[in-house]
């Protein structure tokens, strides 16, 4: 594929059918124009990149603005369409489900929805999970908690026989709500269907509570879960304050990527250590962790330290690779091993320390959508049901450039966004924790 195809969206057809929606294509009459097909949104804003491809005589390269089309591909009154949500736990899965019902049948009348129970297994009948029939009625109120009502799971499955449980089930599209391995699989989901010829929309909504795919600016949820995780950090500095070399270890989510670690100590800036996944360090020598702890304790009598589930895994010996059912690697607990490690360095010192360990990642990741959340929820619903309606198929929706567009789910899951331990967002973190660049 050229790069002038990169973020193309792939199609099931001609869209023959006029959208149900009143909106106009008039500017300046005040309703909502549809979009059109030829509007498009510039993927990198910069002078630099705009340049280079107008001296090449190029356009630059471009996303695919989201938003209802004025011709839809499927026959809203004869639509089904169904709603899986897998991985773990998010805040804001029930404000999507819930957006995504709302959207399809008031917007479109679209008369029958279903729900796809405990993920990827309730596409598959030998895991005996029966399909939900959702409606407005079912969905009104479940905004208000945290979790899936439909219920998720980690892993796969056999993918043809979810494409027939589909076909079995005449569904003609698929709104599937999770991270990296929630996207891949539906992909390969739209892969299987178009090896069929069939004429099935796949949507991913991506998910995932470490904010972690990439290109997009933020997943659903992530801002909640610092939202949530910011009173800790208060109450954990207030338990270091109360002792003489008091020390508080908060750990936070964050498999690979420490931007919940990060956002949640500059939102509470009470942190005096943010350890993350993408950066190396150590704890014995000059410059080490334990070292600088050692001289914080000296100056101030107590210490907050923040660190991602993901950091420091290169400190664990003999470490065994050990994946999940999501495929995901299972890291040693950091936050019990510093907690150990810290107590044995200052034993040995002869230094008395209180150490308060703290982990409430489970809290985190159920708690309901706070309100910017709910708002992000319900747009990025919209915007997936606009573009299934209007046939395009194997695409997230999602925010680029605080603009909604249409990404190939082939994109987003090429790698993992990280903190980029040179740019501004990781300088404001050791502004504000006032930790050196680097430990060890």
Not at 135 to 145: A, G, I, L, R, S
Not at 355 to 384: E, G, Q, T, W
Request: net charge negative; hydrophobic share 40%; glycine share 10%.
């Amino acid at each position: 594929m050229s790069d002038k195809d990169r973020f193309l969206i792939e199609t099931l057809g001609a869209s023959n059918y006029e959208s149900p929606l009143k909106l106009s294509t008039t500017k300046g009459d005040h309703i909502f124009n549809f979009v059109k097909e030829s509007d498009k949104l510039l993927f990198d804003l910069s002078l630099e990149q705009c340049s280079y491809f107008l001296n090449k005589g190029q356009d630059p390269l471009c996303l695919e603005k989201s938003g209802p089309r004025k011709q839809i591909f499927f026959d809203a009154k004869n639509t089904t369409a169904a709603i899986v949500t897998c991985g773990g736990l998010c805040p804001g899965i029930n404000n999507v489900i819930r957006g995504v019902v709302m959207a399809l049948h008031y917007f479109y009348g679209v008369k029958r929805i279903i729900g796809v129970p405990y993920g990827y297994e309730g596409l598959n009948p030998a895991k005996g999970h029966e399909l939900i029939d959702l409606n407005p009625e079912k969905v009104k109120d479940v905004h208000q908690f945290g979790g899936t009502f439909l219920g998720s799971s980690r892993g796969a499955q056999d993918v043809s026989i979810m494409v027939d449980t589909l076909q079995e089930n005449k569904v003609d599209m698929l709104f599937a709500i999770g991270g990296d391995g929630t996207l891949k699989g539906v992909n390969a989901i739209g892969e299987e269907i178009a090896r069929r010829n069939a004429k099935i929309s796949v949507v991913g909504i991506p998910k995932t509570i470490d904010n972690d795919i990439d290109l997009i600016d933020e997943s659903f949820g992530f801002e909640t879960a610092f939202d949530v995780a910011s009173p800790i950090l208060r109450d954990a500095h207030n338990e270091a304050t109360g002792a003489y070399n008091g020390i508080s270890i908060i750990k936070l989510m964050g498999r690979d990527s420490g931007f919940i670690a990060a956002s949640a100590a500059l939102a509470m800036p009470v942190v005096n250590f943010v350890l993350i996944p993408e950066m190396d360090f150590s704890l014995e020598g000059e410059n080490g962790f334990l070292t600088i702890l050692e001289e914080r304790l000296k100056s101030k009598k107590h210490a907050v330290i923040v660190v991602a589930e993901g950091a420091g895994q290169q400190l664990f010996e003999h470490r065994q690779v050990v994946k999940d059912a999501s495929g995901n690697i299972k890291h040693e607990d950091i936050g019990i091993f510093l907690k150990e490690q810290i107590g044995a360095y200052f034993k040995e010192k002869n230094v008395p320390v209180t150490i308060k360990y703290i982990d409430p990642s489970y809290i985190v990741r159920c708690a309901p959508a706070n309100s910017s959340d709910s708002v992000y929820c319900s747009r990025l619903a919209y915007h997936a049901v606009h573009g299934a309606m209007a046939g395009k198929t194997k695409f997230v929706a999602c925010k680029v450039n605080n603009h909604y567009v249409y990404v190939p789910i082939s994109e987003v899951t090429k790698k993992r966004k990280k903190i980029d331990l040179e740019g501004e967002f990781w300088f404001s973190v050791l502004q504000s924790t006032g930790q050196p660049f680097s430990l060890g």
